[in-house]
């Protein structure tokens, strides 16, 4: 989060869509067109335009997505980001080709596994529709992925848990690797969700979702090990690039242990712990964006998402990310965001 995050949020301020309104005394601001009903939800075959500064502390998860009801219980919901290389310039074809098909490959992946809590479905989709919000991502080698920045190495779940970011949800992790100045993990005021959330761990989350496979390897002289069960989201072994990785994997295994492989086994894993990527409050924050009635809990939880009671840390990258200085604080919110719960049901 150098200087070229602070040359994207220059770019992003002129060029990103962000016409907002405020929503739920100033917690939710969110712009919400084509609804032709007075409903809080959409009705079947509407759309909406969603182009949202979630908190009024944060602009690092402004969503940026078109919402779509079709029947059958079915959502989709299209993005349009614009990659931005290394250099700040517009990505050359062939980056932004290599960028499009590896982000259509995960969705493609997480897509099966996009479940709302009552077999509803959301489909991920990429689109250059000028109709949907478009949003700026620098494409840069990163040792941590951000939902403005990740790279062409970055992994499907890594990748799908930042594009969920634009759709409004907020991380729900302890915070440890953005410090203050005095070395502080700073949004100490966010309220932690559950360790298997796909906003919390992704890899975790995919690792115990949907039908798993179990890598074994083989040893000369030594008894089958095996590598930890992977779902079909983080690891599919006739893909090019995950063998390529599995490899390297297996190759300082053997290293080692100073020996030869006898057999690579792909094995059934069995079925995960959980059906869907999403937690059921996550699926209704997607799919009812301006419910405060469905995901008022959800709302005032996520809210002290990136916020913090850190006065010092008055660094012009945190005014630039986080909105006035004299807003660092809490907001108040029920006591119910002590229960990790709140990001789930």
Partial sequence: MGCDSYRLNEIEKSKVVTDNIELNSK?????????NTSTCD???????IITEVKFESSIYDKAAYRLTHLPNKQFVVDFNPKF???????????????MRNKTNKC????????????DEVITLRL??????PSF???????DRAYAHQFSTETNCAALVHEYLHRTGLVDEYREKNVLDEQGRPIYNCRHVGPEDSIMSNHELRANQTGNLILPVVTLKGYSPTDFGKRSALTFDPNDSNDKQSFDAEVERFRQKYKTEVVKVEFKDGGKGLHKSLLTAAQFRAITSPRCESKNSLYFMCAANAYRTTYPDYTAEKFALYNGKLGELSCVPAPEQCKDPNWAVK
């Fill in 84 to 98: 931005v290389s290394a250099q700040g310039s517009v990505a050359d074809k062939k980056l932004d080709e290599l």
């Fill in 42 to 48: 959409l009705a079947v075959n509407e759309k909406a």
């Fill in 107 to 118: 969705f493609a992946r997480a897509n099966e596994f996009m479940l709302g809590p009552n």
């Fill in 127 to 132: 689109s250059e529709d000028r109709e949907v």
């Fill in 136 to 142: 700026l991502v620098l494409v840069e080698k990163t």
């Fill in 27 to 35: 917690i939710r601001l969110a712009k919400l067109s084509h609804y």
